[in-house]
């Protein structure tokens, strides 16, 4: 088993273990505190974004720039401490825009419907500083291939505490100024988690930056994080406006719908993120040397790999939506959720196929490119947001993010062709989309109990039976047989 493989397969399961936990929450916490969930939801979003300015582009340096200047005995060129100080001058760059951005923030999301909540604008500050913290330093740990502790950090520190601290809210133990302060203190928590790692990699290593001493690599580290910034603000604009945008013309329970319906369709997200994690320095790697042979044998086995997981989890999530809503708190509020469901988990479906295009697109020469898509495309979401929320409430805002996904990959897919030579789509997608669909018919099919957790449990077994043993059987993928092999095996073994 590859290092791709080997970590990313670490990372999908920790993020499972995150996904257990959210369905808990999902299920029997967070549907009877929305208002709150929607508050927490809109200043993270907006902690966010803002986060994506004060990185300065250095979470892709992190990644672009590392092959150049590593090496254990230089302390690589001491990067990381050129990253932080980078980073730390967008923060203070922040802070001397903080009172025109938080005026837009209180007119925007804290409107006359969440106004009573707008004195929390004040925590977006540590917020951001954490988040942008975090995401650098896992992208920079990521050049040592490892993303299974990283992810843990980052990924499960929230999925607990969030839970518990609204618990403690419902059972009247904390206020509502309690749950936020909890929520930054979880944030804070995980940053301190990731340098300790860092450090325990032995790779905490903060020398003086060898790049300072060499004008044309300086020009280009400013050029490219220049770039990677500007991408990264559009393309969270792109795909992560659709949340504000709800809490701005809507209220806060809406957004609590809306990032509930997200969360369940970020599951099927999942194993591309780990995917990407790791597969990212190999990329820069192999684009650097122009190993483009091995570039496109990673993106073809991505976007196969990615299509028969992706599937799978959107059809299983479809499947059994609509018992996951019998059973939760507050069902007939929940329903206004089933199709944001739908359009997001599409969303996610569509760019996993496309694999790991925008990868090879940020760490080649052409990155210029995906800025000057997404910066379109983000304006295209909001126009899109402005349209579909009038005419259909949540459902419009998934829509818009669906169609802004759909557009943003296939603008990809053509570049990378045209460049490159090379796409990422084999004949063995034919078969996986066939099954997948035959699964989920015959399991809509069979009649329901009256028993919803039963008709949760028996459809999903059903359908993960039919479609998994099909993928396995026919060997659609070689890497997925191999990986539920070694698994197999360890099991065995124990």
Request: glycine content about 8%; proline content about 3%; some cysteine.
């Amino acid at each position: 088993m590859g290092v791709i493989q080997r970590q990313g397969f670490k990372s999908s399961i920790i993020s499972y273990i995150g996904v257990g936990i959210g369905v808990i929450s999902t299920l029997y916490v967070y549907p009877n505190a929305l208002e709150i969930l929607g508050l927490f939801r809109s200043l993270f979003d907006a902690a966010v974004l803002i986060g994506i300015f004060v990185m300065m582009g250095t979470g892709s340096s992190a990644i672009r720039f590392f092959p150049r200047y590593q090496g254990a005995h230089t302390g690589h060129g001491g990067l990381l401490s050129w990253l932080l100080i980078v980073a730390g001058i967008g923060f203070l760059l922040f802070l001397l825009l903080y009172p025109f951005i938080q005026h837009w923030i209180r007119g925007f999301i804290f409107h006359e419907r969440n106004e009573m909540y707008s004195d929390f604008v004040i925590y977006v500050i540590p917020l951001t500083f954490f988040l942008a913290l975090i995401n650098l330093l896992s992208r920079y740990i990521s050049n040592f291939r490892r993303i299974a502790i990283p992810a843990a950090i980052e990924q499960l520190t929230i999925k607990i505490t969030l839970p518990l601290i609204i618990l403690m809210y419902l059972q009247g133990w904390i206020n509502v100024k309690g749950v936020i302060i909890g929520v930054v203190a979880s944030f804070g928590f995980a940053a301190l988690a990731m340098i300790w790692y860092l450090a325990f990699l032995g790779e905490w290593r903060l020398g003086k930056p060898v790049i300072t001493k060499d004008k044309l690599a300086l020009k280009e580290f400013s050029s490219y994080s220049w770039y990677g910034l500007l991408s990264g603000i559009g393309s969270q604009i792109a795909f992560r406006i659709d949340g504000l945008m709800v809490s701005g013309m809507i209220q806060f329970q809406a957004t609590g719908i809306y990032a509930i319906s997200w969360a369940l369709s970020e599951i099927i997200a999942k194993p591309m993120r780990s995917l990407s994690s790791i597969a990212s320095p190999l990329l820069a790697q192999h684009i650097e040397q122009g190993n483009m042979e091995e570039v496109k044998t990673i993106y073809r086995k991505s976007s196969i790999n990615m299509t028969i997981i992706g599937l799978g989890l959107f059809m299983l999530i479809w499947t059994v939506l609509p018992y996951v809503f019998e059973i939760m708190s507050n069902t007939s509020v929940m329903r206004q959720g089933a199709y944001v469901v739908f359009f997001l988990g599409l969303s996610q479906v569509w760019d996993m196929m496309t694999g790991v295009n925008s990868e090879i697109i940020s760490y080649s020469r052409y990155y210029r490119f995906t800025l000057y898509l997404t910066l379109i495309l983000a304006g295209t979401n909001i126009a899109a947001n402005l349209l579909f929320i009038p005419m259909y409430g949540l459902t419009g805002a998934a829509l818009a993010t669906c169609l802004s996904m759909v557009l943003y990959n296939i603008a990809k897919l053509v570049y990378i062709q045209m460049k490159f030579g090379f796409h990422p789509f084999t004949y063995r997608m034919i078969p996986a989309i066939g099954f997948c669909l035959a699964a989920w018919l015959i399991s809509r099919a069979i009649p329901d109990t009256t028993h919803h957790f039963f008709n949760l449990l028996y459809k999903g077994t059903v359908f993960s039976a039919l479609f998994g043993g099909a993928v396995l059987w026919f060997k659609v993928s070689p890497e997925i047989n191999t990986w539920v092999s070694a698994v197999w095996s360890k099991v065995l073994k124990r």
